[in-house]
């Protein structure tokens, strides 16, 4: 049976951790040596193309088997496996876990968002980049590394600001879907349905 782009392009992504720019997925693919790529004289067009078309954050997406980690209109080029980043029967949840507004039916996905690895180093990565290199709560200001030292480096929270139940049947996440938060408040964010934004917990604080 031929290999087809689309399938391999997925076995790609699966070996690289579910999420990759469009060179490191092509080179897996070159490496893995199943796909007859004679036949395709711009590879890295085709698999762009493959990549697009099979995702719905285009226009013209006919699935979604893909998405485009920053989104599309960022145009850089990383993406990841929709299905990759959602594996629900791994989850072990914790006592604080079970007291999840949105109810079981929903909780497991929103943590399988909120912890999967790969996104959040990408999301810390975008927003050190955005402030001279510190991670800091979007809230409340606080900092790990300021208040514990080199124990609290690079450590911070990641809040998924869309609740899942409001999400679309097949719709995936990207990391400007992610807030970065301390514990405190991403506990309190979650403790009242509907959620409570950024603003809100900022005027409690303040009172």
Known sequence: ME???????IEALKVLGGIANLNQIL????????LDLSRSKTPDRTLSKILQENC???????????????GIKARKGVWGLTDYIIEENKL???SNDEDFVEGKKFL??????????????????????????KLFCEICGFSFVDKYGDIG????????????SEMKEGESTNINDLVMVCSNCHSMIHRRKP???KDEIRDLIKK
């Open 153 to 164: 480096k690079d450590f911070i929270e990641a809040h998924h600001i869309k609740p899942v």
């Open 92 to 94: 072990e949840l914790t």
């Open 27 to 34: 080179d897996m693919i070159i490496k893995r040596g199943k």
């Open 195 to 197: 959620w409570l934004n």
């Open 3 to 9: 290999v087809s782009w689309k399938s391999e392009t």
């Open 108 to 133: 497991r996905k929103h943590i399988c968002i909120e912890r999967n690895k790969k996104l959040i180093i990408m999301a810390k990565k975008q927003f050190k980049e955005r402030h001279n290199g």
């Open 56 to 70: 719905l954050q285009t226009s013209y997406g006919k699935d979604n088997t893909f998405y485009s980690v920053y």
